[in-house]
């Protein structure tokens, strides 16, 4: 986690929030390169889903709604975590997670001394358990109280209660309440999806690792409408697409580069299920903290359809015309965060390897995730032609990709500095390229195109970039083309 996180900071991924103040709560601002493969993953994970699929559309709710809203859906009531405080040094923990970190302890068998101990681990001289503060080791923790989640604030010129609303902290909710309103402007039958990314808020109490638990995240959602009075290979609708989900889930995140191994499924038992859930599976992924979770797919029924329908008074429904009869549809959620998701794509990526006895970091990001596509190198920055011909190159192929031009360090230097932020291809415009007009050359027009993961370099005319990056970047693999082309 510390490389991640040193290198986000060296190379423009992740910034801490209002650094220049001290740093503000677990709050990350995406530099020029991590708001790149943001934007990538919510961008393929937009066409997989939205644009690909004829039975999903998209939705972008507004974060500030209605209050009853958080209402009817239990968050008010319901979304809390059990809290403790120190009553020396005042700090609050999560009851349920209070254990999960190593503690200080002055023990008694050996005059006082002070110890750091494993998390879950008795003390090896006195052999207690923790009972005080894990932080200062002094005092003793309050009995649990609920705390709520959610972030407070007032909408409207007056800070008073009857202007009180919530930052959402999903963005699931933006769904329901706008069932109606999709089912009757886009006519579709069931059944049929809503998508929607976003940012949401919570409150948490020991946010930390990195992006993994902040307080402001962001969230790419579905609401998956199913009929519960159909069938589907003879299992229930919403089981069947439940497992539709779950395996779609598992198989989009694979697609983009997360290795098997790293990446597992888990039931929630019946007593960890929420009450509105009838079956809960989460998608762990073995993160550098350990295996957590990455997404959730639930099985909601129908509890948020008819809890809003019973706190507005407005009919949820869906009319079956097979069986002339008003559904409440049942709901499947696949719910992941994409900061998330994001710190996966980059602790799978990265690797340190030796080449020719020297170590080099490389981010093997799936093409279509990598912030920069191509980089465009010139062998000697002193050379007009030479440079006049590298800007002419990233012009015509910004015009499809992000490329940059970079003539800042010598090409092995440079090499590296694209292998480390993951970028799939480097073009490098040397003197072959343009030949010596003193010396009456004309050159011969090629460039080398370097691969990121294999290193091997190829030489390819100019006027063939476009159509082969075109493919490159259309699914072709490294091996499939290079061998069209000579090697450097
Ligand atoms: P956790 O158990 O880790 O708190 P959760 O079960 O409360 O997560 P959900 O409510 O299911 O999470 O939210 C769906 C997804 O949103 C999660 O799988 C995760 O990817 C993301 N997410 C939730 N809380 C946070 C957070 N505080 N910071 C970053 N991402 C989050």
């Known amino acids: ?40 993953i919510k961008r393929v994970w937009w066409r997989d889903y939205v644009q690909r699929r004829p039975d999903m559309m998209g939705l972008d709710a507004s974060i500030l709604m209605h209050p009853t809203v958080w209402k009817a859906s239990g968050h008010v009531d319901n979304f809390t975590d059990p809290m403790v405080d120190c009553l020396e040094c005042r700090r609050r923990f999560r009851a349920d997670k209070v254990d999960e970190t190593p503690w200080v302890h002055y023990c008694p068998a050996t005059k006082g001394n002070k110890f750091t101990i494993s998390a879950g681990e008795p003390c090896s001289h006195c052999g207690v358990t923790r009972t005080l503060c894990p932080e200062c080791g002094k005092g003793e923790l309050t009995p649990p109280r609920q705390f709520n989640l959610m972030f407070k604030t007032f909408m409207g010129p007056v800070e008073e209660d009857a202007s009180l609303t919530y930052l959402r902290p999903e963005t699931a909710q933006g769904i329901f309440v706008n069932f109606d309103n999709v089912l009757q402007s886009m006519r579709r039958k069931l059944p049929f999806g809503i998508a929607q990314i976003g940012k949401a808020f919570r409150n948490e109490i020991t946010p930390g690792n990195f992006i993994f638990r902040t307080r402001e995240f962001e969230q790419m959602e579905i609401e998956f409408f199913v009929n519960p009075l159909e069938t589907v290979d003879g299992r229930p609708a919403d089981e069947y697409w439940h ?15 997360l290795s098997e191994e790293n990446l597992r499924l888990r039931e929630h038992a019946a007593d960890e299920l929420a009450h509105y859930a009838k079956r809960t599976a989460d998608i762990e992924y073995h993160f550098p903290i350990g295996w957590s979770e990455l997404m959730g797919i639930a099985n909601r029924t129908d509890f948020d359809l008819k809890q809003h329908a019973k706190f507005s008074g407005k009919a949820l429904t869906y009319f079956d015309e097979e069986r002339k009869e008003h559904v409440v549809p049942y709901v499947i959620e696949p719910s992941a965060g994409v900061d998330r998701a994001l710190l996966a794509f980059l602790a799978d990526a990265y690797r340190e390897e030796e080449v020719r006895g020297e170590k080099r970091v490389v981010l093997r990001l799936h093409p279509e995730l990598a912030p920069l596509k191509v980089a465009v190198l010139p062998l000697l920055k002193k050379r007009e032609d030479i440079v006049r011909t590298a800007h002419a190159i990233r012009d015509e192929l910004s015009k499809d990709w992000t ?24 073009v490098t415009v040397d003197v072959q390229t343009v030949g010596d007009p003193a010396k009456g050359e004309i050159g011969d027009r090629k460039v080398t195109i370097r691969d990121r993961d294999s290193m091997e370099q190829i030489r390819v005319p100019l006027d063939q970039l476009g159509p082969l990056f075109r493919e490159l970047f259309g699914g072709a693999t490294w091996g499939g083309v290079a061998g069209r082309f000579g090697a450097n």
Not at 14 to 24: K, L, R, T, V, W
Not at 243 to 257: K, P, V
Not at 404 to 425: C, F, M, N, S
Request: proline residues 3%.
């Open 243 to 257: 497992e539709r989900w779950i395996e779609d889930s598992m198989a989009w995140f694979r697609r983009y580069g």
């Open 403 to 426: 490329v940059v031009y970079d003539d800042t360090a010598a090409i092995g230097r440079l090499y590296r500095r694209q292998d480390e932020v993951g970028t799939p291809y480097c």
């Open 1 to 40: 986690m510390d490389a991640l996180v040193s290198l986000s900071k060296r190379r423009g991924f992740i910034f801490q929030s209002s650094e220049i103040y001290g740093g503000a709560g677990s709050c990350w601002d995406y530099g020029p390169l991590g708001v790149e493969l943001k934007q990538n």
